[in-house]
Every structure is written in C-alpha cells, then in structure tokens.
C-alpha cells in the first residue's frame, strides 16, 4: 500500500487478507486435533505445520496497512477490527505451540470427540469471519446473516467448553494430570478465539 489514507474498500480487502490466512490456520489446527494424539505424524501433517507456522509469521507485516488507517470514526472501529485479529493471531500460535507439547500423549477418545467438535466450529467461525468482511466490501444484505451465525456459533462453543469441562472433571474424579491439563488449555484458548471472532465480527458489521 502507499501512504494514501486509507479508504473503506482498502480497509476491507486488508482485513479479508489478514483473514483468509487466519482461516487457513484454523484448519491445520482443526485437522491435527482430529487426529489422535497418540497417533504417529504423517509427512502430510509435518508439512502443514509448517505452513502454519509459516503462516502465522508472515501475516505480522499484512498489519502494516493500519498505519495508513484514516484518524476518525473508521479509523477507530478498523482500529478495534485490527487488535481482535492480532489477538486471534497470538491466541492461534499458542495453540499450535500446546498442539506441539502434548505431541505423542494420549487423549481419552470422548475428551477428542469434544475438542474436535470445539476446533471444527472455530475454523467455521473463521470462514464466516472472511465471508461477512467480503460481504460488507459488497455491501450486501447477507452479511447480517452472516452475522447471526459467527453468534450462534460461539454460544455453542461456550456450551460445548461447559461439556467438556464437566466430563474431564467426571472422567478423572476431579484430578487433573499434565495431558488433561494441556487439553483443558487448548480448548480455552480456542474459545477465546471464538470470542474475538464474534466480536471483530459486530464491529465489521458497522463499518
């Protein structure tokens, strides 16, 4: 981008760039966690965690519109867009990081079932996420919708922490080992993700 202050359509098309990677981020997250952390990594999986990792380095500088952003109300709210994406950029490479430690641990197959299902609705999150902001470029009436789903989506995903809370808790009587642990942080993690997905989300729908 030049130093031109930025306009609504740049600001729209920045943030679907910063997006479409995050959402690529998500479904290497999800698809690892639908494998059984006791399984052996294929070479496929190998290279996918590369380019998550690839991934989350290079969006650092697709940041560098925001010093082109205008100094009034949409400055302001792409301002707040920026910071919700750069905390579920951070939260994304924690993620990633526990995903790495817990390598070779063995999840208990319905504490799996659980996290899939919580990973699966992120990365769902996340393509909506994508699709409303090109919606709004196009100023088109379905990004209400839109809206309505990245909402709906993260009430499920609270509940489903709830659930998976209460059956780690039943499971191992209320004793928490090191894996369960690092399970019980990879799904909090994933939930706030969740969060400031449906909150980047309200603030696009008013630009």
């Known amino acids: 981008m030049t130093d031109e202050v930025a306009k609504r359509p740049d600001i729209l098309k920045q943030?679907?760039?910063i997006l479409s990677i995050q959402e690529k981020i998500s479904d290497y997250v999800h698809q690892r966690l639908c494998i059984s952390c006791g399984d052996t990594e294929d070479e496929a999986w190998t290279e996918r965690r590369k380019d998550a990792f690839k991934n989350v380095r290079g969006l650092i500088d697709k940041y560098a519109f925001s010093r082109n952003l205008p100094r009034d109300d949409l400055g302001i709210l792409a301002q707040a867009i920026v910071s919700h994406l750069l905390d579920i950029q951070h939260t994304f490479f924690r993620v990633l990081v526990m995903i790495d430690i817990v390598r070779g641990e063995s999840f208990n197959e319905i504490f799996m079932d659980?996290?899939?299902?919580i990973s699966n609705k992120v990365h769902e999150q996340m393509k909506e996420l994508t699709t409303m902001v090109r919606q709004r470029a196009e100023n088109s009436d379905d990004a209400a919708q839109t809206l309505e789903s990245?909402?709906?989506l993260e009430r499920e995903i609270d509940e489903d922490n709830i659930v998976i809370c209460r059956q780690i808790s039943v499971a191992t009587g209320g004793d928490s080992d090191f894996v369960c642990y690092m399970m019980r942080k990879i799904v909090a993690e994933l939930e706030h993700i969740s969060d400031y997905a449906k909150e980047g989300a309200e603030i696009i729908a008013e630009i």
Do not use: A, G, K, V
Request: net charge neutral; proline share 0%; aromatic share 0%.
């Open 15 to 17: 943030l679907e760039n």
């Open 114 to 117: 659980s996290m899939t299902t």
């Open 150 to 152: 990245i909402i709906r």
